[in-house]
């Protein structure tokens, strides 16, 4: 075969192979690429219900983000979501984690059992929510009640009711959600290591704790980082939750970027500001989104 | 096995981002409506869309238009049920891609803000020489129009608030008679207030959203401040008079989270003896989809310095884009005579928001809970009409919410809301009616 008709089947190749890619990269253009550029577009704008229909709005730079950093409830807000997403976080994972490791004992009734707790991961996110709201009711709540006749508390705590307290229920019911998923994923992860592996190690006489650190965790790293991740970014994009359960308060307490984005541009129509909250809440998650990838591509290395 | 595993959670990651950004980010790319395609030929029926978010009143509002659907042949409504929240959203996200109803229904204090965003047409040239417009009352009348005056729409049915009483609890407690001014109401919660079962004198709604303020208002104006007055002496009275209740245990905290329809269950189940209750409350006791097992009776609010109501109630207006503009302008035209006003607002168990409708018929004087809900109209009070409603009401129920949290005092809390509502009513003034 002469180089020249090398040639031409490697350019031949690498065309199909642009072919292949091309209607996936058509599609990212116009379902991501153009709401996500408009918005961006929009954040450097000052379009607000004054000037929507009327028309006029200018490019004012910096300045809807300048004033969301200088906004105490803003400041609050991305306070909060940090705070719920690291807290989530670090309880789903471990709870999620023991129940994995327990689960995959084997006895009676393991595989039932693991099925049910996955109902609370099942259920619509806004029926989960409707229920945290009944549960923490301050008299009627099924959770003051348990706590008073268990004697952990006298008086019933005012869950919802409280700004220092709405954060905790909503952290809870959240949690409730995010520890089957966990469960679940971390699960696929230890039934993908083999048992001979174990079997070495404790014919070499590794006892159960280092069984499962220097077994155990580095084989499960990949499930793990993804686990993080996507509990990272589901929960930091937490919307619903905090819609129907508190609607952000009381006075802003458990609003988060999601429904503070909302708010703004759905509620007082300032289209520009509630844009600039979400690209604040865009850019958060891909610098994550980044961070991780990097990881699997080190890995791949 | 293991390398294929890693990239699959990796493009799922990658899935779940994308998911991330476009929640962050719901904007629509432009659509033209489809249902104007349909209807390009002239002379024939034009097909028009009512999107509502009536529930029980929803047959009632179609019968109107299967009537008007027989009466002529230009137009032929049809009429769409959408949930409230959903129907907003649309209204917002319509407002940039075009995709409207020919006629859409609003709630009164919202109405400025989609009139500003360009979602409701002026029809003021179509329905200014219609003599009836005298008769409708100015402040319904008032919340569709935009800040020159003109019209976008007319008032369908108006409501306001009141005292529900339940006279069992308080002939109990030894009272015979509702209470008439804020020292009586007082002396009337601490009577009723039974810690033990749970059983707090006075209930209302002062959830964070527009609920939350539409509950409020009247405290505001019958302490003798308003909108304009928020960081008065009597604003932080008024204030501090609900505190005060709250903190001597006389009403619930809870009330921070209730809306309206949580507030009427707590009182449904005899939590409360006296509520904040609106208009179309009624309607919800005598359907049974509420059930009240009590005896129980409607008074004024009570008053401090002046007796004061708030008027709530939805507007129609014709949407930006119809192409039988003209058409849905003569329907609501027809929808608000005298007569279908009046048909449709005892049907529908609301208050009419025409002068002659009220007289056409003996319903809202006769009926003595109605009646109290006719006189208190007289002293109700009208939400803006603003554009920038939504975020002086926000001020004012983040301050109320404060105060009742015992964050903040009432003055201090009201000095925080009339730093956000003083410049924006300096900028643009309340539109006031001659």
């Known amino acids: 075969m002469t180089l020249k008709s090398k040639m031409s089947i ?100 393991a595989g039932p059992i693991r099925g049910l707790i996955l109902i609370g991961y099942m259920m619509p996110m806004s029926v989960t929510a409707m229920l945290g709201k009944n549960m923490f009711g301050v008299t ?43 469960m679940l994923l971390l699960t696929s ?20 704790f280092q069984r499962f650190f220097y077994i155990t965790l580095p084989l499960m790293k990949s499930s793990i980082l993804a686990v993080l991740m996507l509990g990272f970014i589901y929960t930091f994009k937490a919307f619903d939750l905090m819609f129907i359960m508190t609607s952000g308060g009381p006075l802003n307490s458990t609003d988060v970027l999601g429904t503070y984005a909302y708010t703004l541009s759905f509620t007082k129509y300032e289209f520009s500001k509630g844009s600039a909250a979400a690209i604040v809440l865009f850019c958060c998650l891909f610098v994550i989104g980044l961070f991780y990838l990097r990881l699997i591509s080190k890995e791949d290395d | ?135 409708f009352y100015s402040g319904p009348l008032s919340s569709c129009m935009d800040s020159e005056g003109r019209l976008h729409g007319l008032p369908n049915n108006s409501n306001c608030l009141a005292l529900l009483c339940n006279m069992d609890i308080l002939n109990a407690a030894g009272i015979e008679n509702p209470p008439t001014t804020w020292d009586e109401f007082y002396e009337v919660c601490q009577k009723t207030t039974n810690a033990a079962d749970s059983v707090f004198g006075f209930a209302m709604c002062a959830i964070g959203n527009e609920e939350g303020t539409f509950q409020y208002i009247p405290w505001l104006y019958s302490a003798g401040a308003d909108v304009t007055t928020l960081d008065s002496a009597e604003a932080a009275n008024s204030l501090d008079f609900l505190s005060k209740l709250v903190k001597e245990g006389l009403m619930s905290k809870e009330v921070v989270n209730w809306g309206q329809g949580d507030a009427l269950n707590a009182f449904a189940a005899g939590k409360a003896a006296m509520l904040e209750s609106g208009t179309w409350q009624i309607a919800q006791f005598d359907s049974g989809d509420v059930e009240l097992d009590c005896n129980y009776k409607y008074a004024l609010l009570p ?93 004012i129920y983040t301050a109320e919410q404060a105060a009742l949290l015992g964050e903040k005092t009432g003055e201090a809390a009201m000095k925080d809301a009339s730093l956000v509502v003083n410049p924006i009513l300096e900028e643009v003034p309340i539109a006031t009616v001659e």
């Open chain 2, 1 to 135: 096995m293991k390398g294929r595993m890693k990239k699959l959670l990796a493009v799922t990651v990658a899935g779940m981002m994308t998911v991330g950004m476009l929640a962050g980010c719901g904007n629509n790319v432009s659509q033209e409506s489809s249902t104007e395609d349909s209807t390009e030929t002239k002379g024939e029926t034009k097909e028009v869309s009512i999107w509502h978010y009536f529930e029980h009143e929803a047959t009632a509002l179609e019968k109107i238009a299967e009537k008007y659907n027989e009466l002529q042949d230009d137009i032929h409504i049809t009429c769409t049920y959408v949930s409230r929240e959903e129907l907003m959203k649309q209204y917002t996200i319509g407002a940039v891609s075009g995709e409207l109803p020919d006629i859409g229904m609003v709630d009164s204090p919202d109405m400025a803000s989609y009139i500003s965003l360009g979602v409701f047409e002026d029809i003021d040239d179509e329905i200014k020489d219609w003599g009836d417009l005298d008769q």
């Open chain 1, 10 to 109: 490697v350019a031949k190749k690498r065309l199909e192979g642009y072919g292949f890619i091309f209607p996936g990269f058509l599609y990212v253009i116009i379902i991501l690429g153009y709401p996500l550029i408009y918005n961006i577009i929009l954040s450097f704008k000052d379009t607000s219900v004054k000037n929507f229909a009327k028309g006029g709005s200018v490019f004012i730079g910096f300045q809807n983000y300048a004033e969301l950093f200088q906004d105490p409830t803003f400041l609050l807000v991305l306070k909060n979501t940090f705070v719920f997403t690291i807290s989530c976080l670090v309880i789903q994972f471990t709870i999620g984690f023991l129940f994995a490791l327990f689960f995959s004992q084997k006895f009676t009734f």
């Open chain 1, 140 to 182: 009627e709540g099924v959770i003051n009640d348990l706590l008073m006749k268990v004697g952990l508390i006298n008086a019933p705590v005012e869950w919802l009711v409280s700004s220092s307290t709405a954060m905790i229920a909503v952290i809870a019911v959240n949690c409730w959600v995010g520890i089957p998923f966990n």
């Open chain 2, 303 to 395: 008053k401090d310095k002046a007796d004061a109501s708030v008027i709530g109630g939805e507007n129609f207006g014709v949407c930006t884009g119809s192409d039988a503009k003209e058409e849905c302008a003569e329907f609501l035209k027809y929808m608000m005579t005298a007569e279908n006003n009046a048909d449709w607002c005892e049907i529908a168990g609301k208050l009419p928001v025409r002068a002659d409708a009220t007289e056409l018929k003996s319903f809202w004087t006769e009926d003595e809970r109605y009646a109290v809900f006719n006189e208190a109209m007289n002293y109700a009070v009208a939400r803006g009409p603003h554009e920038s409603w939504p975020t002086i009401s926000e001020a």
């Open chain 1, 189 to 208: 992860g230890l039934t993908g290591i083999s048992e001979d592996v174990y079997e070495s190690a404790s014919l070499d006489g590794a006892n159960q």
